[in-house]
Every structure is written in C-alpha cells, then in structure tokens.
C-alpha cells in the first residue's frame, strides 16, 4: 500500500531545543516528498520540497531510501515555529499527492 | 499576491439536506483539488480536476458527491443527501500544472451535519 505514516500525533520541545519531525513512507516507486505546514489561523502552504534540497525558515529534511524515510529536522526550534506539519508523497501513477496524518508542534518558551 | 478562494466558509446543515461550495483557484492554475479533512487527519484527495476535465474521483463517493468545473476556472462540490460523516474541512486547492509542483491551498469550508 502506497502510504505516509507520521507516528507522533503532538510533539513538544522548549525554544532553542533541536527538532525532528518523523515522517515514514511506504512506495514502490521513486519517491516524491514533501512537507506542508499549517501555522494557526493561516492556509495550509508548503514548506519544502526534497528535491530541492533546500533549507527553509532553518528547516532540512532528506530522503532516506533504505529507511524509507523523510524526517524533518531544525537544529534550534523558535517559538513561532508552533504549527501543525503534514508529510506528503507524490503517487506517481495516480499523478496525486498522499498526506499523512499530521504531527502538531509545540515550542514552550 | 494571488490566493485560492472558497466560500462559505462555515456551512452548517441538517442531514439530508443538499450542500455546494465554491472554489476559485488561482488565475493561470490548471490544475484543481478538492481535499476532504476529518478531524485529526490529513488531507484526502475527493477529486482532481486538469482544466475543465477529472483527472482523478477514485475516492469521491459518487452516490451523494459530485463535482463539476465546466469552464476550467471555478469549481463546485456538491454533496446530497448529506450524511452525518460528511461532517469535515473541505479544501480547495490549485497549482499550475503536475501534482509535483506547489499546491495552493484556500482557506476551507468548515461543513457540520447535524
């Protein structure tokens, strides 16, 4: 089954703590992987994209194939970094875009 | 900057009943979503739209959903006869071409049956 597993529902750390975001994915194909973010009051947008291997708002996320895994990580969280995290994963065939669950994070001042 | 339009924003109704919202994508965007979210969940492709043809309804329950973009530009979802389950966040969304490339999300309807 072509899936996307994010197996902690609620994540809370303090300010300046590190952050990990787990994401797990199961595909058969070559994955497509993204992180989309819902900040309080505001529209689901995107954060990054693995392709473009690029560090957003001080957020990194790699692809590991043999772990099948796309875990999101900062190395300092801040306060406004409070938001509820989807991973999502491109169906190629279907040509449609798989979300998980969702984790929320919290950042204690 | 431009933004994915939806309304109602909030839609309360008995079951039964019929329903519609309304999507205005993003001028230029082909491509058209209709996400279905239940609490605690993530978002649940119901419908993908290329232009004015469907590209994907594998999960739209047809019997009650349907789901129409005649002129490739707004969308309407339906819903009839409203169950007491379809209670949930319906959210639009548009990108300008693939699935791969960024989805632009509206703000949602907030749908409950009572």
């Known amino acids: 089954a072509q899936r996307v597993t994010q197996p902690e529902k609620l994540l809370s750390v303090f300010k300046g703590a590190p952050v990990e975001l787990k994401c797990n994915y199961s595909y058969s194909g070559s994955p497509e992987l993204f992180w989309y973010v819902q900040y309080s009051r505001q529209r689901l947008q995107l954060l990054l994209r693995h392709i473009s291997r690029e560090s957003i708002k001080g957020f990194t996320a790699d692809l590991n194939k043999g772990e099948t895994s796309f875990h999101l990580k900062k190395p300092f969280a801040q306060e406004e970094d409070s938001a509820m995290y989807y991973c999502?994963?491109?169906?190629?065939?279907?040509?449609?875009?798989?979300f998980g669950q969702g984790t929320r994070l919290t950042i204690n001042p | 900057e431009a933004e994915v339009a939806q309304s109602p924003r909030y839609k309360i109704t008995e079951k039964s009943q019929a329903v519609a919202f309304w999507c205005d994508p993003i001028?230029?965007?082909?491509?058209l979503y209709w996400y279905r979210q239940i609490l605690g969940q993530g978002p649940e492709l119901l419908v993908q739209?290329?232009?004015?043809?469907?590209?994907?309804d594998s999960q739209l329950p047809k019997d009650r959903f349907s789901a129409e973009r005649l002129k490739g530009v707004d969308s309407t979802l339906k819903i009839q006869p409203a169950e007491l389950g379809d209670s949930a966040m319906y959210l639009c969304?548009?990108?300008?071409?693939?699935?791969?490339?960024?989805?632009?999300f509206g703000p949602g309807t907030r749908l409950l049956v009572l």
């Open positions: 999502a994963l491109v169906i190629q065939g279907a040509q449609k875009l798989v």
């Open positions: 969304a548009s990108s300008f071409g693939r699935v791969q490339e960024t989805q632009y």
């Open positions: 739209f290329q232009d004015e043809s469907v590209v994907d």
């Open positions: 001028s230029g965007h082909a491509t």
